[in-house]
């Protein structure tokens, strides 16, 4: 099929491919439509403001096939070399077992499922989400653990922004262990300036506890960065004694031989699970996590999955305390995370599913052992060692000849670590063999011995049991481990089922050859402080991606450190800051968010020390212009920035976009265009031409991530040359000259030495390969198809439902972007069928619901991106008819709403055969409403899931197995 009616066609047809509707069915929904081509439409739909012409296609290089693209990968990968990182730092090197590369990491099942807000359809992936927070909390020995947190810097952050909140000490200082790692020394630094904390570095293994700084907080490394293993209890005990937090950053594996931080009094724990079985991936994405004692639950930052029971009391997954996300929180919110580390979560706790108590236990004495011959091997040769109790990580001490030591490892294969130049670091891990401490040994001038004795003292080895539950105990075989994996994947609906219309989202097509990459270890194999020489492949392909989003953008430099849009957020509202501080405006600190933002973007703020000033929208949804001057007005001399969405949450292109930034901008304010919505223009308007200073966009989103069940993510942040000094610098990153090849014209990369958001320089560089594929297959021409497709794909659905359902905020023409907004308010009034009847019973039809009361209550928003064939959008607009008519039913008396299948939905396949039946509706209805069910069903494993028991009753380990008979 050519692609030739409408637009372009690709080299291979990787376009055609990519978006979901043919020529002659777009010609189709053109018709309905009314227009004579989706170029028109688009026009017609964005306002004269900005001109949405599509780019010229020399914006991009010419689009290759998949096999070249591939090809072309291997060529980059094949310029990163794999050494044997013994580095540490929070990075180690770990066998990924491949019953888990294969049926999680590489099973769209598991990475093309949503965040699971409907719990009805995620228990599978709840499920291993709870398996992960009762193996965090269990080794931590702290009672409650969420998941996750986007990396072990950033949630030590968390870490003490949870301190000060929960703390009864009046002190506005955190102290800091002179021994912490490097990257979260340089996060701490950024983000507590940014939020007036006062930090105070203390080497607390040498410290005497009683003259500790007065602190709202301490900060210990367990083991160190130089690989001290040490009793905290004192600290503990004298920070407790002033009223502060103890947070502790923990090594999980050591955790198996070590006191747990809970069994020495820590308050907090936080960390990162990449050593279970996640690739160090040249930095991520790997899942951090935090876990709290008793009494600090309620203060959790991010997602925590709890127990709940369902309609007939069915114990069911849910995600606990809902309410607390951020976009319920809006300016009170203490932290931005929204979109986590799900996949890496569940690979993390398939690991300990797979390895049981006694396998972590097997690697944990296998690595120290390693590690303790090597420092007898040392020490017999007369090097002293910088701490006599280790885990994993021995430091030496070379005066005087660290770096040349370094350089002669690198050499023979071997990445050692320098702290200083009298100081050389060597960490074991999993994967570390006797030839390689033979060839460290060698290097330093030593015999490595075997059998040395542990260093670690009686007092502080484990002796409380981890890991109890049966799921860490039963799944020893593989083909055990195999179809427990399929068994949960079962549960679940993921893209690989149908269609997940969810608004503001941009659940699209994650290809297989965008995937492909992801696990080649030149790719997967690479630790985030490698010397530059190793990855040159890795810094070519950051830097044309790099140049390729600044194109299409139409910005000047772009970052792609940001785990997650909202640390996107953070960092573009950090530069702003840096800018006007830079410039002696400090009095600037008020931003400006209309009131339908996204939540993250209030939170993201407040982190940035900014205050939230919000302003109304009207009854369009646009931003209310007159109440955007008066709050301009008002706030001249302290306006740092305005944080606007573009199309904006509520699905519209605002027409007024470019007075709103003129005014910002002649009040000396900074225009932020929170971008992830970027699906509705690219390829079309670039943020850069119509005001836009800095931007983050949503690489899950837009540039085709897989959401992986919630994360990860890539918030790139976006911005003018004049901001470029203050985008997230790193303390370790790689210094290389990276020159994009690809892009012509682009110069020299912009030199970035703000704040860091991520702990590694190029935050998630592993799944990086995903979004370079889709450009590189797509090119300017295919990337403008695909918003196109996606533009009509919304305005398509939106026709065909307005008769049904009234839809909300659409623009002139009554046209909407790339989502539309069902507005079920007057369905409820008229028959008692709330929004939540109608997304439950969507299941019954064999879908997930679309985005639920966001950003309106009481409204559904959809996105059918541009990947869905028009079969499978039509199948979604007559279930959505179908639905409204059984509403009707309700309306007409027919049916009660509490005896209607819209409030007994979901359906489970047990409801419709179990006992006698005597519903006011048939089996029929409940589970086949539509014919073409019988054929293909989506069987929910658990009725409606009852929200408010689950917070009443909070519970989130997992439960016992009785629970379940
Ligand atoms: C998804 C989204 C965000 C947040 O992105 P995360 O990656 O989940 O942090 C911010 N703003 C808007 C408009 C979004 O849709």
């Known amino acids: 099929m050519s692609g030739a009616l409408v637009q372009g066609v690709a080299a291979d047809g990787f376009v055609d491919r990519h978006i979901g509707t043919t020529p002659p069915e777009q010609r189709a929904m053109l018709d309905l439509l009314g227009h004579d081509s989706v170029e028109s439409l688009v026009r017609a739909a964005v306002p004269d403001a900005i001109s949405a012409l599509p780019l010229p296609s020399s914006v991009l290089p010419e689009p290759v096939g998949e096999q070249e693209a591939l090809a072309e990968l291997r060529t980059l990968a094949s310029r990163n070399r794999v050494n044997r990182s013994m580095i540490g730092l929070g990075y180690y090197g770990t066998v990924t077992p491949s019953v888990i590369q294969r049926n999680v990491l590489e099973n769209p099942s598991w990475y093309t499922a949503y965040t ?10 709840l499920e291993a989400l709870i398996n992960f927070q009762t193996m965090v909390s269990e080794l931590t020995g702290l009672t409650t653990a969420n998941a996750s947190m986007l990396d072990e810097s950033t949630a030590v952050v968390e870490g003490m922004l949870l301190a000060r909140r929960a703390s009864k000490s009046a002190s506005n200082r955190f102290v800091v262990d002179a021994d912490a790692l490097p990257q979260t020394k340089a996060l701490l630094a950024g983000r507590a300036r940014a939020v007036g904390i006062e930090l105070v570095e203390v080497s607390l293994a040498a410290a005497e506890p009683a003259s500790l700084p007065e602190s709202f907080g301490v900060f210990v490394q367990y083991p160190g960065a130089s690989g001290r293993v040490w009793d905290p209890a004192p600290v503990v005990d004298a920070v407790h004694a002033v009223g502060g937090l103890a947070v502790v950053a923990a090594d999980l594996l050591a955790l198996t031989l070590l006191t747990a931080p809970g069994e020495f009094g820590a308050d907090v724990a936080v960390g990162t699970s990449q050593r279970f079985g996640v690739p160090m991936g040249f930095g991520g994405p790997h899942a951090g996590y935090m876990a709290v004692r008793t009494g600090l639950e309620r203060q959790l930052p991010g997602r925590l999955v709890g127990v709940s029971q369902d309609a007939v009391g069915n114990p069911a997954y849910r995600l606990s ?75 030496l001490a070379v005066p005087g000849r660290a770096h040349e030591i370094v350089a002669a490892a690198h050499e023979r294969g071997y990445l050692l670590h320098a702290p200083d130049a009298d100081t050389v670091s060597v960490a074991v891990d999993e994967t570390t063999t006797r030839e390689d401490l033979e060839a460290v040994g060698d290097l330093l001038g030593f015999a490595v011995p075997t059998g040395s004795t542990s260093p670690i003292p009686a007092g502080l080895e484990r002796t409380s049991d981890f890991l109890t539950h049966p799921v860490f105990r039963t799944h020893r075989s593989e083909t055990s481990m195999m179809r427990y994996l399929k068994h949960l994947a079962d549960k679940d609906y993921a893209l690989d089922r149908g269609m997940i219309p969810l608004g503001s989202c941009t659940m699209k097509l994650n290809a297989a050859t965008e995937m492909a990459a992801v696990t080649w270890p030149e790719f997967a194999g690479i630790h985030p402080f490698a010397p530059a020489a190793d990855v040159e492949g890795y810094l070519e392909l950051i830097g044309q991606l790099e140049g390729w989003l600044a194109e299409v953008t139409g910005y000047d430099t772009v970052s792609l450190q940001p785990n997650a849009g909202s640390q996107g957020e953070l960092a573009g509202l950090l530069a ?30 407040v982190l940035a ?15 209310d212009l007159g109440d955007l001057r008066a709050k301009v007005a008002s706030h001249a001399d302290e306006l740092a920035a305005l944080m606007v969405t573009y199309p904006s949450t509520h699905g519209v292109y605002e027409h007024d976009i470019r007075d709103i930034t003129d005014a910002v901008h002649d009040a000396g304010g900074q225009v932020y265009v929170d971008g992830a919505n970027l699906n509705a223009l690219l390829g079309y308007a670039r943020f850069g031409e119509f005001g836009g200073d800095v931007s983050h966009l949503n690489l899950h989103k837009t540039f085709c991530i897989p959401h992986g069940g919630g994360g990860p993510g890539v918030g790139p942040v976006a911005a003018k040359a004049h901001l470029a000094p203050f985008l997230p610098g790193h303390p370790l990153a790689q210094q290389a000259d990276r020159r994009t090849g690809a892009v012509q014209e682009a110069g020299e990369r912009l030199a970035h030495a703000g704040v860091p958001v991520s702990a590694a320089p190029y935050g998630s560089p592993s799944i990086l390969p995903i979004s370079w594929a889709y450009v590189r297959m797509m090119g300017t021409r295919g990337l403008t198809d695909a918003t196109g497709a996606a533009v009509l794909a919304a305005n398509y659905v939106a026709a065909r439902l307005r008769e049904h359902y009234p839809v909300l905020y659409a623009g002139e023409g009554g046209l909407v972007a790339h989502e539309c907004i069902l507005d079920l308010r007057p369905l409820r009034e008229a028959t008692g069928v709330t929004v939540d009847d109608v997304a439950k019973r969507l299941i019954d039809y064999g879908f997930h619901a679309p985005t639920m009361s966001f950003p309106v209550a009481g409204t559904l928003m959809v996105e059918p991106t541009e990947s869905e064939d028009l079969a499978e959008l039509d199948r979604f607009v007559e279930a959505m008819i179908a639905i409204r008519a059984e509403a009707d039913r309700v309306g007409a008396g027919e049916w009660a709403a509490d005896e209607s299948p819209l409030r007994g939905a979901p359906h489970t396949a047990e409801s419709v055969i179990a006992g006698e039946w005597t519903a006011a509706y048939t089996r029929e209805e409940a589970v086949y409403p539509v014919r073409s069910l019988v054929r293909s069903k989506y069987w929910p494993p658990v009725r409606r899931i009852d929200q408010a028991y689950g917070d009443r009753n909070l519970f989130c380990a997992c439960p016992p197995v009785e629970a379940f008979a």
């Open 321 to 395: 305390l809902q309410t607390r996300e951020q976009h319920i929180r809006r300016e009170k919110a203490t932290s931005n995370i929204c979109t986590a580390q799900v996949l890496l979560a569940v690979m993390a706790s398939m690991y300990a599913v797979y390895h049981g108590p006694w396998g972590l236990t097997h690697i944990a004495r296998r690595t120290h052992q390693h590690a303790t011959d090597l420092a007898a091997g040392a020490q017999a040769a007369g090097l002293a060692l910088a701490a006599d109790v280790f885990f994993d990580t021995v430091a």
């Open 576 to 605: 702003i800051r840096g800018y006007h501080l830079s410039r002696g405006d400090e009095a600037r600190t008020v931003c400006l968010i209309p009131e339908s933002a996204h939540g993250t973007n209030a939170a993201s703020a």
């Open 116 to 125: 699971p807000y409907q719990p009805e359809i995620s228990q599978g992936r």
């Open 609 to 623: 020390g900014l205050r939230v000033v919000v302003v109304a929208c009207d009854a369009q949804g646009n931003v």
